[in-house]
């Protein structure tokens, strides 16, 4: 009776996973016809705008001059094979061999512990680590190439060899085969239903969801601190938060956030929000709410977004409240407008901003980390070429793409995993929810931003840039500046944040924080994540500084509280949005954040 029941219950398991066979062969037959029907341009044959060929063909030159280096590498990588069978066979003899090469600290793919326990997967993981660490020793080691074909062939080797992880693979992943037979393959047939509904959203073109987007409404629990609209033009509406406190500094704080995204990476949930806590320490917040633009907005140039942008807002702010004096705070791509902009003020003889905060920031671009691989005078020509075709924007999955490269394992495989091989929905995660909701950008802005500061670094030279016809200068800036940065960022590297301590002409403080570009900026004093370096002096070498900073358990936000109270006057009455000079136009967060890209 129970072999029988066994057996009939066998057959009904076959049946089912040959059911789910048969609905993946449905699926993928719908997945090759959606791909074959995707536009010309988007397909194969597309040229190289990455410009990726020639690097890899100076490297291929360089590398078969010197034949004897290669047969050593490649030798040098037989006998590491060699051992690991040796080491492979030990393990399936009962013996204790310890791993001859092991994941870096951080990389969160083979946490599963089938990888350390199971001898054949340790031995798949072992096999692709050093065939990983061969590749990009093997490049890493061609000698004559320049420092920018080094680099990119470096990063592409890299990515590549992201792709090629066992755990991206059905067969060799773990977990993927464990939840392919307990649910008689109902995952992949849920994975590839994700992957239609990800090209179909992309309309041809990949566009992982990350996380669940039906969780997060804006203006209800994220960017939900409440505030007025009190100004608005062409490239931006000002948001006025209400105050937190009776009494309040007598100068308001004005935050620039960057353009490439929605403002509101500084106003996400209450308890992570920056705004939220800022108004709850005493200061009138005003928050620069950038448009997502259209054709229409494709002349837009960085002048006009400094124009249009701070300095509208100062306008506006003194309009709203009287106040003739702020403080500042910017993030990223804002904190390069804002640097600008204080020189730009400072050479009109305008002293309204007394202090600014950059997070995350970069105004010396000599060192821009990976993102410089992304940018040479043939891939400025191929997006500006692809901006003028589309209008003379860029549309917003391009930025989003060339992001999530430099952290592919966690922003892109990583999903591909969940979603595609083990057939699982994203989690809700309000700073995955922002960073899918990006935005595009004006041509004559972008190719400004990509030519004057990455490829020829201008602004740190005295009147490299002018804006408006004025010479922009970062050493007459005098104003106290606070320069906090990202220990782990991928975008803003610290070292590269830290050349600006060189470039103002006033006092600076400089602070390292935990984490990275974003998780590091966002570290609420609440969640005790990250904590913070500090050192007073300020020494040539990042690196020096970091050898003789003290570390501190609590968030930077506490330091930075100290370092701006003492910057924001003294205490007055609270000040109502709308009550002012300036009345209120709509609620927070305004009608420009809502825009969508697409």
């Not at 946490?111 to 093997?138: G, H």
Request: glycine share 8%; with cysteine; hydrophobic share 40%.
């Amino acid at each position: 009776m129970t072999q029988a029941s066994d057996s009939s219950r066998s057959t009904a398991d076959s049946a089912v996973f040959a059911q789910n066979m048969a609905r993946i062969a449905e699926s993928s037959q719908k997945l090759v016809r959606a791909f074959l029907a995707r536009p010309a341009q988007s397909g194969l044959g597309l040229a190289d705008p990455l410009n990726i060929s020639v690097a890899f063909l100076d490297m291929t030159v360089k590398m078969m001059a010197d034949p004897g280096k290669l047969a050593q590498a490649q030798m040098n990588y037989w006998q590491d094979s060699l051992r690991l069978w040796q080491h492979a066979g030990q393990r399936m003899m009962g013996g204790d061999a310890g791993p001859l090469i092991e994941p870096e600290i951080g990389d969160r793919r083979f946490k599963d512990t089938a990888w350390q326990e199971s001898a054949v997967f340790d031995f798949v993981k072992q096999s692709y680590l050093l065939a990983a660490r061969s590749m990009q020793s093997t490049v890493a080691g061609v000698e004559g190439l320049d420092a920018k074909t080094a680099q990119k062939v470096d990063f592409y080797t890299r990515r590549f060899a992201d792709a090629l992880a066992p755990t991206n693979f059905v067969l060799t992943n773990p977990k993927v085969l464990r939840e392919t037979l307990d649910t008689k393959g109902e995952n992949l047939v849920k994975g590839l239903e994700n992957l239609l509904e990800d090209l179909a959203a992309g309309e041809g073109q990949l566009r992982i969801k990350m996380t669940d987007t039906s969780a997060f409404t804006v203006g209800e629990n994220v960017a939900s601190t409440p505030g007025q609209v009190i100004y608005r033009n062409e490239l931006m509406e000002l948001i006025q938060y209400d105050p937190g406190t009776e009494k309040v500094y007598q100068r308001p704080l004005l935050m620039v956030p960057p353009w490439i995204n929605k403002y509101y990476i500084l106003d996400l949930r209450p308890e992570n929000s920056w705004v939220k806590w800022a108004v709850d320490q005493g200061y009138t917040v005003f928050m620069i709410s950038w448009v997502n633009p259209d054709r229409s907005l494709a002349e837009k140039g960085f002048e006009d977004y400094l124009l249009e942008g701070p300095v509208a807002a100062l306008d506006a702010i003194e309009q709203a409240t009287g106040a003739k004096e702020v403080t500042a705070a910017a993030l990223c791509l804002g904190g390069t407008l804002l640097a600008t902009t204080l020189a730009y003020n400072a050479a009109l003889g305008d002293e309204r901003i007394t202090a600014a905060t950059f997070m995350a920031t970069q105004v010396d671009f000599s060192e821009p980390g990976e993102l410089g691989v992304f940018i040479d005078e043939a891939q400025i020509e191929a997006l500006e070429k692809r901006m003028d075709e589309q209008g003379g924007t860029l549309d917003a999955s391009a930025m989003a793409t060339t992001f999530n490269m430099l952290r592919a394992n966690d922003l892109i495989w990583s999903f591909v995993v969940n979603n595609y091989l083990l057939g699982r929905d994203p989690i809700p995660f309000d700073l995955l929810y922002w960073n899918g909701d990006s935005t595009r950008m004006p041509g004559r802005m972008h190719s400004f931003y990509l030519r004057k500061m990455y490829q020829e670094n201008r602004l740190v030279e005295p009147g490299g840039i002018e804006i408006a016809g004025v010479p922009i200068d970062l050493g007459r800036v005098t104003v106290p500046v606070y320069v906090m940065a990202s220990r782990e960022d991928h975008i803003a590297p610290w070292q590269s944040a830290y050349k600006a301590c060189g470039l103002y002409g006033g006092p600076v403080r400089f602070v390292l924080g935990g984490s990275g570009h974003i998780a590091g900026v966002t570290n609420a004093p609440a969640s005790a994540k990250y904590g913070h370096w500090t050192n007073r002096r300020l020494p040539k070498s990042a690196e020096r500084w970091l050898e003789r900073a003290e570390s501190h358990d609590e968030s930077w936000w506490v330091d930075w509280r100290r370092w701006s109270a003492r910057k924001s006057g003294a205490k007055v009455a609270a000040r109502i949005p709308g009550a002012g000079g300036l009345a209120a136009l709509a609620p927070a967060p305004g009608t420009y954040v809502l825009r969508k890209a697409d």
